[in-house]
């Protein structure tokens, strides 16, 4: 089965709202985590990563928080925008290679 | 600064055709990959290369080959092309083993359909 997975397929948020994407992994001996954002034609933009010895990373608008404990991650986009409309994936780093989770739709609302 | 590239952006293929993915980056990357989309899910791995002269399989291998004659270029081959291949095709590349600090850059992907 699936070692990397979100907890919704799709999130709707009001413009200027916080979002919040969540994903479980299985594989406890991933050091390396990876959010990327797809939008529709294009392929996945990096938007922030984080090493398994960390707990949060913050970027610009952007956090990646990290739990170990229940191997979760989540990214966490401050006053979200139109144009963060897109497919988010989390991905986890099986030595050289990355695995992705399903991903999840986020959609803003004007 | 081109990034990865890939060629052709769409193709449509019959049944028993082959063809060859383009996948090009300037970067001076030593990782390159090859990833399939299909609708609704995430990415899987085909193959992947550390360098030059060196390819290795990934998740979702069957049907497809690989080479890396040179840094640069790391083309996919299907053979006997099949309507399960009907998919997105992303190529990436990294500097070192994808990991922190070493972000995998994606190309913009090419859409194969096989009928």
């Known amino acids: 089965g699936e070692s990397v997975g979100l907890h919704l397929p799709t999130l709707s948020v009001q413009e200027g709202d916080n979002s919040i994407i969540n994903c479980a992994y299985s594989?406890?001996?991933?050091?390396?985590f990876i959010w990327y954002k797809q939008e529709s034609g294009k392929g996945p933009q990096f938007i922030i990563d984080?090493?398994?010895?960390?707990d949060k990373r913050q970027g610009q608008r952007v956090t990646v928080l990290l739990n170990k404990t229940v191997k979760h991650l989540s990214l966490q986009i401050a006053a979200t925008q139109p144009g963060d409309s897109a497919v988010y994936f989390c991905a986890e780093n099986i030595g050289p290679r990355l695995r992705f989770g399903a991903g999840t739709r986020l959609t803003v609302k004007p | 600064n081109a990034g990865v590239t890939q060629t052709p952006k769409f193709r449509i293929l019959k049944i028993g055709q082959s063809m060859t993915l383009q996948c090009a980056q300037d970067m001076n990357h030593n990782y390159m990959y090859w990833y399939r989309q299909d609708p609704g899910m995430g990415l899987k791995l085909i193959y992947y290369s550390v360098g030059a002269g060196i390819t290795d399989k990934g998740e979702v291998p069957n049907g497809y080959n690989v080479s890396r004659s040179t840094t640069e270029d790391f083309p996919l081959r299907l053979e006997l092309a099949a309507p399960s291949q009907t998919s997105v095709y992303f190529c990436?590349?990294?500097?070192?083993?994808?990991?922190?600090?070493?972000?995998?850059?994606f190309g913009e992907g090419s859409w194969l359909t096989v009928v």
């Open positions: 984080i090493r398994s010895n960390m």
């Open positions: 594989n406890s001996a991933s050091d390396y």
């Open positions: 990436a590349s990294s500097y070192g083993q994808g990991s922190y600090g070493n972000t995998i850059y």
